[in-house]
């Protein structure tokens, strides 16, 4: 009994002491970007048969000459050999003597994800190969090692199109301990580094240790340049079309909440900051004695939320549905519509932005229909932007005067834009000329030099998650269709998105666009100065350096009957080059940095 008052004192103390603890723990260092990701594709879809009568082909332009390794490479076992990661590596892609290396190196601006690959080549067959990474470090200042994601790259059977026939190509980034690797194959691993917006610039060192059973580990030195420079945000919408239903359930259910929460910040992290709603959870409409209509919005809230989260600042909502146009309890559409987005703007979301048919222009029937619904529903709601796609571009009048925003399918050159801003109307592609998530240089050229080049007012892809058959959403070579299932930049994993190298591409070709649009703004700032004779001549040197770049891209319509097709240039000089973009990027890095320091001086006379 006599303790008794000691451990009344004691204990409120010690829970204080718990709570004073557990409130100054340092916070979770990782970006928002590194912690929504899922980890590796489920095990129930890690293996599917080979149809019968698909054929596999090698890939085009693989190299696969072996390299005459040293005798301490041989007695190691295998090679490490780094390429861009614009480059693709497939299994069978074996290293030049050029590209074996002790080093790998990257450069960012603040707040800035890098990404930064390099693959194992085996001598011998490799088991439970894996790659750990290290903090970066410069003069006792640290990027922690939960500022860098390291993936290994899993390549997997894709269709080609329309053929019944396969290339395995590099698909799906994963988060897993370790890997086995035939001999004869390479493995490619991809790490992104993140920079925290307050980080010390300079060059940071750090290593990434590979290993595997039975075989002497090596040490890959890692150099890391931190600019001092900051990008602002994406200046035009920037998104991708999205599916808010579960892709591995039969019965198409919503996703969870946690899922729609980390797809938005997977989108937002990305540089996005809108999406295509295209199918969203089903919610239902009801009618009153007085035939008023309202819709139950409760199926949306999780998404609504994440979108919040995310800080969209507009969402494209699909209405091309029977629960929203065609409920058979109530057969007016255009009321139908509008109270569904009444519903929507009642609810908090964002900025509406009313979408009603997808390329309609190339059904005569469908295009008449869409027309007439867009007409009911503008005459409602005037005050909405709409948004329709184009399939061809010399249809950009179809729709007049109903549509605010059209939207190209990738088709769509200079001429086509000033017959858009002639009309007053936003111009906008989606999937121009990007790489399906495959090609990573091609989503990068699509999102960066492409798009600034035809200066859009948005830009989209279809599409975020797989799109095809729903419950294989793992399997591209499915017998019944006639094209492939995949054309998509992000799997659909239990615990979280799984990315692709064209979706860290996407993202590369949105910053590229954010430098640009950076040394853009510091150019007409440069311009406007006076009593520096300086800051003209940078700014002309400056413009003179992007128009060499972007009046390389021959966006004009090739000779064509109407006109309808874009020369998409990704595989043509210089941008089939994939080591050209870092260097670009580097140039206008280094003409802002130069910029930004002359107008400092000239503000602190």
């Known amino acids: 009994m006599t303790d008794l008052p000691l451990i009344k004192t004691i204990l409120p103390s010690f829970v204080l002491l718990s709570c ?13 970007g590194f912690k929504v990701l899922g980890s590796k594709t489920p095990d129930r879809y890690n293996d599917y048969p080979i149809p019968q009568g698909f054929v596999e082909k090698l890939p085009e332009k693989l190299h696969t000459e072996k390299l005459r390794c040293t005798i301490p490479e041989k007695r190691r076992g295998y090679v490490v050999f780094a390429k861009s990661y614009l480059d693709l590596v497939y299994p069978g892609t074996q290293p030049l003597r050029s590209e074996v290396t002790e080093e790998i190196s990257l450069f960012s601006a603040k707040g800035e ?3 930064v690959t390099f693959s194992v080549n085996a001598w011998r067959n490799l088991v439970n190969l894996r790659a750990v990474s290290g903090p970066l470090k410069k003069d006792g200042v640290v990027i922690p090692t939960q500022c860098i994601d390291l993936r290994s790259v899993r390549c997997v059977p894709r269709r080609v199109w329309r053929e019944e026939s396969y290339i395995i190509k590099p698909t799906m980034l994963e988060k897993r301990e370790s890997v086995n690797v035939k001999r004869g194959q390479s493995q490619r691993f991809w790490m992104t580094v993140w920079t925290p917006k307050g980080q010390e610039p300079g ?9 595997a059973d039975g075989v002497k580990s090596f040490t890959l030195k890692i150099k890391h340049e931190v600019m001092d420079l900051e990008l602002e945000p ?4 920037q998104g991708m079309y999205y599916w808010g239903i579960d892709r591995l359930d039969e019965n198409q259910k919503a996703l969870s909440d946690e899922m729609f929460y980390k797809d938005m910040i997977n989108m937002k992290e990305h540089g996005m900051n809108t999406m295509m709603l295209l199918i969203p959870p089903a919610v239902k409409v009801q009618v009153d004695a007085s035939g008023e209509l309202s819709y139950d919005m409760s199926p949306l809230r999780g998404l609504r939320d994440a979108v919040l989260a995310a800080g969209f600042g507009s969402v494209i909502h699909n209405t091309t549905l029977e629960s929203i146009y065609f409920d058979p309890t109530h057969k007016e559409g255009g009321k139908m519509a509008s109270a569904y987005v009444k519903a929507l703007e009642e609810d908090s979301w964002p900025e509406v932005i009313y979408s009603y048919g997808d390329k309609t222009d190339a059904n005569p029937d469908q295009c008449a229909d869409a ?3 867009l007409a009911e529903f503008k005459g409602m709601r005037p005050d909405l932007r709409i948004f329709t796609t184009i399939a061809f571009p010399e249809n950009s009048e179809v729709f007049e005067p109903y ?6 399918a990738g088709y769509a050159g200079k001429i086509v834009r000033e017959k858009t801003r002639k009309a007053g109307r936003e111009f906008w592609i989606y999937s121009g000329a990007s790489g399906y998530g495959v090609d990573a240089r091609g989503d990068r050229f699509w999102r960066g030099i492409w798009a600034k080049t035809l200066d859009l007012d948005g830009a989209l892809d279809w599409a975020y998650i797989s799109t095809g058959v729903p419950i294989q959403p793992f399997n591209d070579l499915i017998p019944e269709r006639y094209r492939d299932n995949f054309t998509c930049w992000v799997f659909p994993g239990d615990d979280g998105p799984i990315p692709t190298p064209g979706w860290e591409g996407l993202r590369e070709g949105i910053e590229d666009w954010r430098y640009i649009c950076r040394l853009e703004k510091l150019i007409e700032q440069a311009k406007q100065a006076t009593g520096n004779p300086r800051l003209p001549m940078l700014a002309m040197i400056s ?7 972007l009046n390389d891209v021959d966006n004009k319509p090739i000779a064509h009957q109407k006109e309808t097709v874009v020369n998409r240039e990704r595989d043509e000089p210089p941008f089939d080059d994939p080591t050209y973009y870092d260097k670009f990027r580097h140039q206008m890095a280094g003409y802002i940095l130069l910029l930004e320091k002359a107008l400092a001086d000239r503000a602190a006379r």
């Open 20 to 32: 004073f603890i557990v409130g100054c723990q340092s916070p979770d260092p990782r970006p928002q």
């Open 113 to 115: 994800y890098e990404p």
């Open 203 to 211: 060059i940071y060192t750090g290593t990434v240790i590979i290993q």
């Open 234 to 237: 994406s200046n035009i919408p």
């Open 371 to 373: 027309i007439e619904k």
């Open 403 to 408: 549509t605010d925003i059209r939207p190209f």
């Open 543 to 549: 413009r003179m350096m992007l128009d060499t770049v």
